[in-house]
């Protein structure tokens, strides 16, 4: 009997302080002064060229590298979204050959847009990395947004020449840091 009565006086305890819970009023008006700040990264563009790809018969010549397609600013929701971009390349050369490096951002109609320039200069031994970012924000982003594809178009300055057995190789890596607000 005792044992019973315990069990009821303490199921009426438990009861009774679920009763007694806190709460507060709840503003679901909050979620309209919602502001999202997401910061993507994103490989853009990449590739390595031998040396005796620059060697045609002989000869050594320029390359235009594909034209990778860059949709992805020409998305709806980036086009809303998007307030600032970075554009960064790195460039290793093991050539021992000075080149620059035109990087033309291109419309829907192959018109180009802007142009990112790099001088890269002849291997000496060390590897040197040559990095450049590019920001693009307010009209330059713009510009940014209408882009589709890129062009890399590589020039070798004067200098020894190459031969199909020359040594090293080129190399592009880069990335885009896409900075956006959702509100």
């Known amino acids: 009997m005792k044992r019973v009565s315990f069990n009821r006086i303490f199921l009426l305890l438990i009861i009774s302080l679920f009763t007694f819970s806190c709460s507060s009023d709840l503003d679901f008006n909050q ?26 018969n002989g000869n050594d010549q320029n390359l235009t590298v594909g034209s990778p397609t860059v949709d992805v600013f020409n998305d709806a929701f980036f086009k809303k979204h998007l307030t600032r971009a970075e554009l960064s390349f790195e ?4 050539i021992n050959r000075e080149y620059t490096l035109d ?6 109609n192959n018109q180009p847009l802007y142009k990112i320039n790099f ?10 990395p040559i990095t450049k970012t590019e920001k693009f924000e307010n009209s330059k982003l713009d510009l940014l947004k209408r882009t589709t594809k890129m062009t ?4 070798m300055l004067p200098g020894a ?10 190399k592009l890596r880069s ?8 509100q």
């Open 31 to 56: 979620a309209n002064n919602l502001k999202l700040e997401p910061v993507f990264v994103a490989n853009l563009a990449y590739f390595e060229i031998p040396a005796h790809e620059f060697v045609t």
């Open 91 to 94: 460039l290793i050369n093991t």
């Open 103 to 108: 990087i033309i951002l291109q419309d829907r």
């Open 119 to 128: 001088n890269i200069p002849a291997y000496t031994g060390l590897a040197n």
């Open 152 to 155: 890399f178009v590589l020039r």
């Open 161 to 170: 020449a190459l031969t199909e057995n020359s040594s090293g190789n080129l």
């Open 175 to 182: 990335d885009v840091t896409a900075h956006l607000i959702v």
